[in-house]
């Protein structure tokens, strides 16, 4: 399965963006997806994920300003950042688990997609 990520940019803080993340290959493998994100000088860490039937999860610092979504016919995900702010500059990376019935890999990881918010 190979991760698409698109959408990241500089934006002011306040603004908003909307990463995609388009899958290809053996779809049929893709269970979980999710958004992570790694800032300069920090680790990876987990932004929102969301279940095959739409069950979502969000950190704590993006709840209530950032929606995951995710279309299966499409098999894109969706990030929506709204009211964004200097502290979520960072590299954002899309994720799929993968379900070992029919891949035999366990995970994909997309490119990176660099997400910049001017204070």
């Known amino acids: 399965v190979q991760l698409q990520a698109s959408g990241g940019g500089l934006v002011e803080a306040g603004g908003s963006l909307r990463l995609s993340c388009e899958a290809s290959g053996d779809t049929i493998c893709i269970s979980d997806m999710a958004w992570y994100r790694q800032a300069p000088g920090k680790e990876r860490e987990l932004v929102a994920s969301i279940t095959p039937g739409g069950r979502t999860y969000y950190a704590g610092a993006v709840k209530g300003r950032f929606t995951i979504s995710r279309d299966n016919a499409k098999n894109t995900q969706y990030l929506r950042m709204n009211s964004l702010k200097p502290e979520d500059t960072a590299v954002y990376y899309c994720?799929?688990?993968?379900?070992?019935?029919?891949?035999?890999?366990?995970?994909?990881w997309g490119q990176g997609t660099l997400v910049t918010v001017s204070s």
């Open positions: 994720n799929a688990d993968l379900d070992l019935r029919y891949c035999t890999e366990d995970e994909s």
